[in-house]
């Protein structure tokens, strides 16, 4: 004989009108007993949202969601789902996006209510109030993965962002790496600089701008000719701090050539005269490449102060930090170094990211694969 279902326990549906599966269920709140649904693409999908929400009911955690605004969802987001699961420069930029842009336009429409032509309507506004495509594009890379959380916490029956079509961002800057002779010219230009040492690494080992000026000399072994990245300079409420590595791939040794360690020594010398002549006034962090006064390089300062003079001293042209790391892969690639070797040392996530980031840097891919057939047939 089957057991009855109990009163509030819920049913599964057919949505009459979506092709939607659907449970009702009754939660009781300060306002009395209130009817909520949980919706799905499949029987079983609703079968377990409507698990987790009786689940959710027994421990006594009940959204009041009645009347729960966009602006008020995107807040509660920030804060219980968003903060301390990402990086905090990540989170900063999440809810910049959310205050800034979505939130001023949306923010007033009830959640249960936001339609897809509410989302399409607001990427077409922030367009044509002069919005760069890029940051509308980011707009709906955040609203969607707010919206889908939504979805998980059966706050709405679907992910009205799904249907909507995001403008295309901006087509990514084409790379600018130096040639050898370039390369060399910089270094030779950069010597006996404050911060050779600085440039010398971002050209021999790729490292990133923020993961250099995160560097302590306690990551430094001069003898054993290597270092160790474990942290990041990045940006927290408008300022620089220290923070983890990009990925857990980031987090990786790094052999240095010899003119590198020469340079770190001769760095290393400088910065105890500077330490010396400070005194007291010094604030050492251990950090390799610190200000005069031992603190933070701001990256900003570094570029304009530091990095654009030196380009210009050199007769460079004014490429961006961000392409001495592309100008390490890419002496590397003219030396054919296989591309596993080069993802350890540049520490991406994976060689796919290598491979598509500089794959038209492998020097003659289409002749070699030509010539390797020719002679697996011959």
């Not at 927290?236 to 790094?254: D, I, N, W, Y």
């Not at 900003?300 to 030196?310: E, V, W």
Request: proline share 4%; net charge positive.
């Amino acid at each position: 004989m089957t057991k009855r279902r109990g009163n509030g326990e819920g049913s599964i549906s057919r949505h009459p009108k979506r092709d939607l599966w659907m449970a009702r269920y009754t939660v009781e709140t300060p306002a009395g007993t209130k009817r909520r649904t949980v919706y799905g693409k499949t029987r079983a999908e609703v079968r377990d949202r409507l698990a987790k929400a009786l689940a959710d009911r027994a421990d006594g955690i009940v959204f009041d969601d009645e009347n729960m605004t966009v602006g008020e969802y995107l807040d509660g987001w920030l804060k219980d789902s968003v903060r301390g699961s990402v990086r905090d420069s990540t989170y900063d930029c999440y809810e910049i996006i959310c205050r800034k842009h979505i939130a001023s336009v949306l923010g007033g429409l009830k959640l249960s209510k936001l339609t897809v032509m509410h989302v399409q309507r607001f990427y077409r506004d922030r367009l044509d109030t002069g919005l760069a495509p890029a940051t509308v594009h980011k707009c709906h890379t955040v609203l969607h993965k707010a919206l889908k959380q939504a979805v998980e916490w059966n706050l709405v029956p679907r992910n009205v962002a799904d249907a909507v079509k995001a403008p295309r961002p901006a087509p990514r800057k084409e790379m600018r790496p130096l040639s050898p002779e370039e390369a060399r010219r910089l270094l030779d230009v950069a010597r006996d600089d404050r911060l050779e040492a600085l440039y010398v690494l971002a050209v021999s080992t790729g490292m990133r701008e923020g993961e250099l000026l995160g560097l302590k000399w306690a990551d430094v072994d001069l003898e054993a000719g290597a270092l160790r990245v474990r942290r990041t300079l990045t940006r927290h409420g408008g300022k620089v701090a220290l923070g983890e590595p990009k990925t857990k791939k980031s987090r990786r040794t790094v052999r240095l050539t010899p003119r590198a360690v020469e340079a770190l020594r001769h760095h290393r010398a400088h910065q105890a005269g500077e330490k010396l002549k400070a005194g007291s006034l010094y604030g050492d962090q251990g950090l390799v490449f610190a200000g005069e006064g031992g603190g933070l390089v701001n990256p900003s300062n570094l570029r304009q102060r530091s990095f654009l003079p030196l380009l210009e001293r050199a007769g460079l042209p004014g490429i961006t930090f961000h392409d001495l790391r592309h100008t390490c892969a890419s002496l590397l690639f003219q030396k054919n170094v296989h591309p596993k070797f080069v993802q350890e040392l540049l520490g991406h996530a994976s060689i796919v990211i290598t491979l598509d980031t500089y794959s038209h840097m492998l020097p003659g891919m289409g002749g070699e694969a030509a010539d390797a057939m020719g002679e697996a047939l011959s």
